[in-house]
Structures are given as C-alpha cells and as structure tokens.
C-alpha cells in the first residue's frame, strides 16, 4: 500500500475573534505525490488529530512529518539499535518510541525533546500500548514480559509474564480497567489493572496505586492513597503535589451541587501545593500550566503562591483575556461554511478576545457536515489558541413528503425526523416550500439503514436503502408519543384529562385508528393500560375510564 502526502490542497476556515467574517485561506492547487511505499516507512503512527505523522524507516532515528505538508519539522534520535515502534498518545502530549535495544524513549509533543528514558526491557521490544487516558503505557518484549509504566513519571507499575507464549497483540479493554494481552494460539489473557488484594507496604507503593485510582477516576481513593502517602513519608513533595491536582480536580465536581464542597477542595488543593513547594517540589510548568490545577488558577492564594517562588511577573498576571482561532479544514476546494456556531448553547458573534481561565463549548452546525462540538480550556497566554475542528461528510437523501405538520386535537406538530431512532436536528433537514407536497433532503450518516418520520404520535418507518417516491399519511402510532399527547392535552385544555378521555374515545371508535390498536404490540397495550387505569375522573367520566380500560384489556387479551 502506498503512503501518499498531499502536497497542499486543505481549506482553513478561520474564525478570529475580533471579527465576524470569515477569512478563508486556499493554498494551491491540490497535488498527490507519491513519497515512500509502505515497505519503506517501517513503524509509522499518526497522531488522533491527523496533524503528525511519525516513522523510523527501520533505523535507529524517528522521523517527524507534517501531515498537511508533508514537510519533515522533527528528526528524533536516541536510540542505539533500530526502531521497532513508535505511538503518539491519546492527549498528542507524548510520542512514544520502543527499540530493539530494549528502551523506551518518550519525547515531548511540543517542543520534540527527550522527557522519559526507560531501559526497559532485556530484548527487543514488540508492543506498545497506550491506556485511554495517555498516562500509562504497556510494552511486550522478546524477554518473555509484558510491563506497564507510569510514563511521565518514569514508576514500573507492574511486570506480567508471557509464558514464553509469543504475544501478538496488547491492549487495554473495557472503559481501560483491564489489560489484556493476545498470544500467537490467539488465546487472551486479561489482568485487572488494579488489584486491592494486597496492601502497599511502603509510601512508593501507595503513591503508584493513588496515581492509578487517580487515572481511573475514582478521586476519592486517590486521596486517601496519597494521605497514606504522606503519612509513611511526609517529606514526600511530589506526593503532596499529587494531592493538590486530585482535589482541584475533584473540586469541578462540586461546583454545581456543593459550593461549600468546592471552596474546601480549593483550600485543601492550595494546601497540599503549599506543603509540596516547601519539600523542594520545584516545576514551574507542573505547577502554572498542569489543567489539573486550573480551577484554581485565579484564587489570590495560588497567585501568591506562584508569584513568590518568582514565577509570574506583572505582565503575565495581567493576561486575563486572549484572542481564540478557530479552524475548520476540509479536503478539497470547497468552501466550508457553518449556518451557525453556538457558544454554551447560545448563538455567538466573537469579541475581541476571551478571557482566560474559563472552558468553552463550542457547536459549529453545518448542513452537510456532522456537527463538530468541542470544548476547552483556554489558558492564559499571549499567543492566539488554536481549535482544530475535523470535519465529517454526510450522506444526503431526498424524497417527496405529504404536508410538513399536524394538528390533532388543536395541537400543532411539526414533523420530526430518526435515523436509526436517533433524532436529526434541525439543520440537517431541509423542506421546500410547497401547496401538498413537498421536497425534503436529509443529511444523515452513511451507515444508518431505517428513517422514522414523526407528527405527535403517529409515524411512518421507511427503509433508506429503498427510499424513493413520495411519503403520504402517517399511519403507525407510538404509544409512548401518545401518552406524551394525552398529557400535554391535558395541561392545555381546560377539561383537563376529561378532554384526553374524549381524544382516546374518539380513536377506539374509530374502526380504521380500532385496527392499528389491534395490531400493536401486547407490551404497548399495556403499558397504554397503565395509564388510563391511573385517570381518577369523577362522576359518568370515571365509568367512561372503566369502559375504556374494558376495551383496551379486550385488546391484550386477543
């Protein structure tokens, strides 16, 4: 298979803040050209985001491309004997690189230094794996083990045997709580990746367990590990700094249920960061630009904090706002451009800048394109920040549709529209004007087989595959859409459920409406069943009630 770069050819469209136009960018013309055959690249891996793309060539150096470009930005080298694989992680922090000379190297996503050097392994390494959350790797070796590390931190978590069972395949399964390793009889072997079976012995071994808790999200055992942490070895800093991460983070949590929660996790957090400056811990970056401390990052106390171990001046404390680009790419020559981007759920014109400290929802929504929805956190700094939105093509269907609304019982329902009972929004609907019948186009994705169209609680179910020519009367009922009705009929007239009454009465009459109940499912009837039994109505309307639960159990029982 060959690999190919493509010259040029990707559309950005920018968003800057200080303005509400558009600016789009066309570099040249698209070009193909053929590079490398994939025989030649040797272990080769992509960053999530398809920015990088990194390959060692079956040499001990790694070379770093630009994926747009196709231009070399980074030659990494550091091993002595040949690549035999290299990872970026989940979060792009991290490339990861693994070597028959039995290291594992970890190299800084942003500026390409060496950050971790691990003599790993006793053989050459096979495998890599990265666990969801970016922050421990796997390896499998020729020696016979399989380890999993603690990257950044350089901590041996754990070494598991092969049985010298030739291993062609690790990974991490279920939501990243197992690892599980496959062996050439293609025979898995899963371990749990934390085991409560035994106590720690030593303050070490309570900190790695407290990491892994952490990583896993259980934030309250991280905190009692990292308590007991301390008590082995008080003069533990990174331990305390450890600490002071789990409850900025844990504070979040609180921010909308507890406040009082919140402030005691901010003061606990400035605490524990107090206490591990004081034992020598002396990272500026873990400290000013670790996301995990970002919640308090505008508490006078972390403030001074910063500012008294002289890692903040006057200018940075004064960077409270920063100007936001936002890009959206594309392949090919066709300009993209959103109906509308919504900022926490509201439509948005950008300022100048925005301030800093703060995370973001963004919705770009586009008529074509899957909506892109991103969050983040916009940290303090000079720079422009960068958004990166992919972009996904979706698959457009068109047909002819009867009306584009109801009215029953003078209720007014537009027609709603499922994939896959997944509900379409709104701009990926498009209906054109006309007397009785209409031209609807949906965009939907491309492996979606069956669409629904809803008005109240009738519906018509067709299959895409065969979708062509008109859609007249809906003809199915939802039980579920006609509870819904009942209800709100109810809330808006005022007989109150006596009007839902005459509604329901008026359908089982009705000998076309009588036969689609017949038809429905025995669960439906019931559940419809369920309902009506609880309309307490006084008087002739209570005996009419009755009368209806007769008929509908009439209906269960055929």
Known sequence: M???KMKTGALILSFFCFSLGIEAQKLTPSEWQLTKEASDLGPVDQSRDGQWVAYSGFTSDIQVIESSSGESIQVLSGH????TQVLFSPDKKILASASKDGTIKAWSCRDWQLTTNIPAHSDTITHLVFHPSGQILASASLDGTMKLWLIE???LLATLSTNNDEVTSIRFGGKGNVFIAENQRRKNR???LIDFSEQPADAISYYRRAQLRKIMGDLNGAIDDFFHTIKFDSNYGEAYYAAACVYSLRSSIHSSQSPQAQKADISKAIYNLEMALDKGFKQK????ENSDLRFLHYDPRFQALVKKQGWSDEEEEGEKMRTVLLKLTKEGDKLIEPLEVLLEGKKVSFDEKWETGKEYNLEFRFREYRTVKQRFWLDPGKEPYDINI???????????LRGSQSVIDGINYPYTFYTD????????VEISPGNVFQECHIWTEFTVQKLRIYSGYLYTERSLMWLKGRIGRLEEISITHLITHLDRLARQDQRGYQASLLSLEKMLKSPYWSRKFKSLPLEDILKLLEYVEKWDLPGSYGNRVQMMVDVLEEFARS
Do not use: C, G
């Open 190 to 192: 899963l371990w749990k």
């Open 285 to 288: 970056e873990a400290v000013v």
């Open 2 to 4: 060959n690999s190919l």
């Open 390 to 400: 992919p972009m996904r093509k979706l698959k457009e269907y068109s047909f002819i």
């Open 153 to 155: 931190k350089n901590h």
């Open 421 to 428: 009972s997944v509900k379409l929004e709104d701009h990926h």
């Open 80 to 83: 002595t004997k040949n690549v």
